[in-house]
């Protein structure tokens, strides 16, 4: 059986206000904010606000809104960094790689040659981050 959602996982947390995100979205039913250990320049995360574990257990209803945000995010981050593509990943469950029980997907812009880093890996400066979200949400304002 699956496990319960847990209100007291990070992205909760964050979507609460109780600790901090380098916010680039955000709308009535979803927020994206920077990935903390990003495995490339300018990987987001896009949360809907309704809580589920991950895709399992999510309502339906919440796909749409997430995904129609999840690509305004790709073409934006594309822009922003002048990227080659885009990668959208989307974890269910430990044995899939999920570290972070709330539904969540990962834009991370991509660059011809270039590999992504470990999933989970090395925390990336507040100023950096904070100048990537900058530039996301220029060009998310167009
Ligand atoms: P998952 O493995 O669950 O698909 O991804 C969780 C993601 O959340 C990872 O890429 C990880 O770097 C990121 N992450 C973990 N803790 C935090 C945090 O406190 N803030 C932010 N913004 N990202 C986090």
């Known amino acids: 059986m699956a496990e319960a959602y847990d209100p007291g996982n990070i992205f909760a947390k964050i979507l609460r206000g109780e600790i901090p995100s380098h916010r680039v979205?955000?709308?009535?039913?979803?927020?994206a904010f920077m990935d903390v250990m990003p495995q490339?320049?300018?990987?987001?995360?896009?949360?809907?606000?309704?809580?589920s574990r991950n895709m399992?257990?999510?309502?339906?209803?919440?796909?749409?809104?997430?995904?129609?945000?999840?690509?305004?995010?790709a073409v934006a981050v594309k822009k922003a960094f002048n990227a080659d593509g885009?990668?959208?990943m989307q974890f269910n469950e430990p044995a899939s790689g999920q570290t972070v029980y709330h539904l969540h997907v990962h834009v991370v812009p991509r660059f011809?040659?270039?590999?992504?880093?470990?999933?989970?890996?090395?925390?990336?400066?507040?100023?950096?981050?904070?100048?990537?979200?900058?530039?996301?949400?220029?060009?998310?304002?167009?």
């Open 112 to 142: 011809e040659g270039v590999p992504l880093k470990p999933h989970s890996g090395q925390m990336e400066k507040p100023e950096v981050l904070a100048e990537n979200a900058g530039k996301i949400r220029a060009a998310l304002a167009g």
């Open 86 to 88: 885009v990668t959208i």
């Open 40 to 51: 490339g320049t300018g990987h987001t995360l896009v949360v809907p606000k309704a809580p």
């Open 56 to 73: 399992l257990d999510a309502d339906p209803a919440t796909f749409g809104p997430l995904f129609t945000v999840v690509q305004k995010v």
């Open 25 to 31: 979205y955000e709308d009535d039913a979803v927020v």
